[in-house]
């Protein structure tokens, strides 16, 4: 049997409710009071969504989102209600299949500003920085080598798009956007966030880069949502791999991102169906950054 048939690419003919939104990996379902977050193993890459879905994925996601949002509850309240299939009754006519991979959660006014706080300088901020000495209107010194940490960690907003990219800001622009309170508290408990989980990665022998929250309002509140310190929202490297001035091995999809640039892929379209050891490969990636976080295998 090939990895592919293991892997869930969508839930909607599983779950009786409303699709709310689908996302390249995430569906959110309409349950009244709640909403259903279902977890799917779609992997994207370079803007696309890929072939074949790879297995254990959202099993992963999912339930490393459900541990932190655990561990950091007593820094930031976060919108999960429960993860448990069995509560949601004959909604979910596959119990089986969704089980790890769903959670419900309290509405919401989603806050429209992605929240980046990179300890180390690299990916996206290291091309700024070679551009112009900055990262999002961010002065930093010159003669920075890629993959430095900073001595304090800095927080680098992005406007949220649903569609495309989201655009990096400014902490200006942010303040224009939602205003300075609210932006101040986001960007404060970001790099609360950031450094609690820089410490807990450390003494796992893990580096964490950077990373992104999503928060919303509920009755005026500030509430962490979506997912956090996932493979797919956080950059992880090994402490045995840290070395300026290289590109270091990520450990979440880099199989695929490897792959794909080493292949014949034109980039201007969506790349052929994924071979078996990449895909293995790939669902490895995940398996073993969960059990490196969490001190468990993946059941």
């Known amino acids: 049997m090939g990895v592919e048939s293991h892997a869930l690419s969508t839930a909607v003919q599983y779950v009786k409710a409303p699709l709310v939104y689908k996302g390249k990996v995430r569906e959110l379902y309409d349950l009244g009071e709640h909403f259903l977050i279902v977890v799917t193993d779609r992997i994207s890459a370079f803007d696309y969504v890929l072939d074949p879905a790879v297995p254990d994925k959202g099993n992963v996601l999912n339930r490393l989102s459900a541990y932190w949002f655990g561990v950091t509850e007593d820094i930031q309240h976060n919108h999960v209600v429960h993860t448990d299939v069995e509560k949601l009754g004959d909604i979910i006519t596959a119990p089986e299949l969704l089980r790890n991979r769903i959670m419900v959660t309290r509405k919401a006014e989603r806050i429209d500003i992605e929240c980046v706080v990179r300890g180390y300088i690299t990916g996206g901020g290291w091309r700024q920085y070679q551009k112009s000495t900055a990262i999002n209107g961010i002065e930093l010194p010159e003669g920075l080598r890629k993959n430095e940490r900073f001595i304090d960690p800095i927080f680098t907003p992005a406007a949220k798009n649903d569609v495309g990219h ?5 902490f200006e622009r ?10 101040a508290e986001l960007r404060d408990r970001s790099i609360e966030l950031y450094r609690f989980a820089h410490e807990f990665c450390k003494e796992r022998g893990i580096i964490l ?3 992104k929250f999503e928060f919303g309002l509920i009755d005026g509140k500030v509430i962490l949502i979506d997912e956090i310190f996932t493979p797919d929202s956080s950059r992880f490297w090994a402490e045995g791999n840290y070395a300026f001035d290289v590109e270091i091995d990520s450990m979440d999809k880099e199989p695929v991102r490897t792959y794909l640039l080493g292949s014949d892929w034109d980039q201007n379209s969506k790349p052929d169906p994924l071979p078996e050891p990449v895909v293995s490969a790939t669902t490895a990636r995940y398996r073993e950054i969960y059990r490196l976080l969490t001190g468990t295998e993946l059941s």
């Open 209 to 211: 880069a950077d990373c």
């Open 174 to 183: 942010m303040v224009e956007m939602v205003g300075a309170e609210l932006a």
């Open 166 to 170: 989201d655009e990096d800001i400014p």
